[in-house]
T-cell receptor, first 113, second 118 residues
Framework: NAGVTQTPKFQVLKTGQSMTLQCAQDMNHNSMYWYRQDPGMGLRLIYYSASEGTTDKGEVPNGYNVSRLNKREFSLRLESAAPSQTSVYFC????????????FGPGTRLTVL | AQSVAQPEDQVNVAEGNPLTVKCTYSVSGNPYLFWYVQYPNRGLQFLLKYITGDNLVKGSYGFEAEFNKSQTSFHLKKPSALVSDSALYFCAVRDLLMTTDSWGKFQFGAGTQVVVTP
């Protein structure tokens, strides 16, 4: 039982390049989330997927797109990376109903030059 | 709208002394409240949660938290801190009110760095 896995662990991009961050969970959770973590700002929600087939914007969705590929996988895409997107990105999953806690992946450290 | 405030950027405590990390929240309905811990270069780990019932919640690694509805607070406590408790702590809230846009979303505080000295 690996929990929530993310790839890659580290990535350096040049401004304007694109990339996709991958996330998968093996806990049969319905809901999945993408956050970014910046110093002094805690975690900010980028997008979430309450269940397979649905996605919704979070607090900071601009510059990102997501795909809920199936129940297990939720990817985050940067179409044209900008230095402001330099951050640590975390994927998380939880049951759909309010109450259960989220489980987090180990994170992807992204630098955009 | 929901929000979470952690008023202290850093808390310093000597090993063996009590540790308190403060959290206050604002939600439209009733809250689900959570505490997470993050060690360097790691993801967040769940510590404990309040959903309903007893206002004192016990969690992992000897931590506990007290829900205070009148003060809209959910402070994290540990009676005797360890050096290994040094980490970044996050409070989070999830709104139970299903008609608001915030339903299903977690709102995290900015985090409090805990430093426990030997």
């Amino acid at each position: 039982n690996a929990g929530v896995t993310q790839t890659p662990k580290f990535q350096v991009l040049k401004t304007g390049q694109s990339m996709t961050l991958q996330c998968a969970q093996d806990m049969n959770h319905n809901s999945m989330y993408w956050y970014r973590q910046d110093p002094g700002m805690g975690l900010r929600l980028i997008y979430y997927s309450a269940s397979e087939g649905t996605t919704d914007k979070g607090e900071v969705p601009n510059g990102y797109n997501v795909s809920r590929l199936n129940k297990r996988e939720f990817s985050l895409r940067l179409e044209s990376a900008a230095p402001s997107q330099t951050s640590v990105y975390f994927c998380a999953s939880s049951e759909a109903q309010p109450g259960p806690e989220q489980f987090f992946g180990p994170g992807t450290r992204l630098t955009v030059l | 709208a929901q929000s979470v405030a952690q008023p202290e950027d850093q808390v310093n405590v000597a090993e063996g002394n009590p540790l308190t990390v403060k959290c206050t929240y604002s939600v439209s309905g009733n809250p689900y409240l959570f505490w997470y811990v993050q060690y360097p270069n790691r993801g967040l780990q769940f510590l404990l949660k309040y959903i309903t019932g007893d206002n004192l919640v016990k969690g992992s690694y000897g931590f506990e938290a007290e829900f205070n509805k009148s003060q809209t607070s959910f402070h994290l406590k540990k009676p005797s801190a360890l050096v290994s408790d040094s980490a970044l702590y996050f409070c989070a809230v999830r709104d139970l009110l299903m008609t608001t846009d915030s339903w299903g979303k977690f709102q995290f505080g900015a985090g409090t760095q805990v430093v426990v000295t030997p």
